[in-house]
């Protein structure tokens, strides 16, 4: 029988892939091994060099993945959201985390044990391929990302970042997008310096396509926001 906790993580792996494909039996094993825990904002998950013992997802809140750097500053690879998770390339490999994890606002996290996972992994090869196939579009993702540095100006990637914020169905109108990190967090994912990224707000602002009121972002004309964002070419709207 689960305990009231480990209920409500069942129910939680049940509405996310690749757990939502997994019987309900499979379901209640890995349940049993998870455990959920709140993360207040800027709670070290994990650190480089320690060891993975299993998978993280966010049930609520955002945690940042970034490289340390020598100078004390660090390059953040990504900003995870609710239904996403971490952990995985130090778990598979069986080697060392090299990113840190850390929460940017208050979170709350299940971590499911390695050894209910890979088990997990032996006994359904559809969560296997399911698996497979949530790290491929992470990579893919990453690899879009870079490529998007190199061809992109610092205005195209916030301008595409705000139109990947926006609900899905904001379509036209307005609408307002609320920031997952701090701007200098945000700056480093987008491969651009603090000053930079505000910088280029105020310039989009200027050019009344957005305000900002801290870290809201009122967006004036959303299908506009989405022409520039699929631009092919960086074309700054000023």
Known sequence: MLLPQQSAIEGFLASIPPYAELDQRALKRIARTAAQFEAPRRTVIFRPGESAAGIHILMSGHVKLALPARDHAEKVIAIV?????????????????????????????????????????????????????????????????????????????VIEFLANELPVDAVEGTAC???????????????????????????LAEASLISVAGPTIAIHDVRKLRELADAPRAAAPI
């Open 81 to 157: 959201g609710p239904g996403q998770s971490f952990g995985e390339l130090g778990m598979f490999l069986q080697e060392p985390h090299m990113l840190s994890a850390e929460s940017v606002d208050h979170a709350r996290i299940v971590r499911v044990d390695k050894t209910a996972i890979l088990a997990c992994i032996k006994r359904n090869p559809e969560f296997a391929t399911g698996m497979i196939t949530a790290l491929g579009r992470r990579l893919r993702d990453l690899i879009r990302e870079i490529d998007s540095w190199r061809r992109r100006s610092g205005v195209q990637r």
């Open 177 to 203: 997008v609320v920031l997952p990190a701090k701007k200098r967090i945000i700056a480093s994912c987008l491969d651009l310096t603090h000053e930079h990224f505000s910088r280029i707000l105020r310039e």
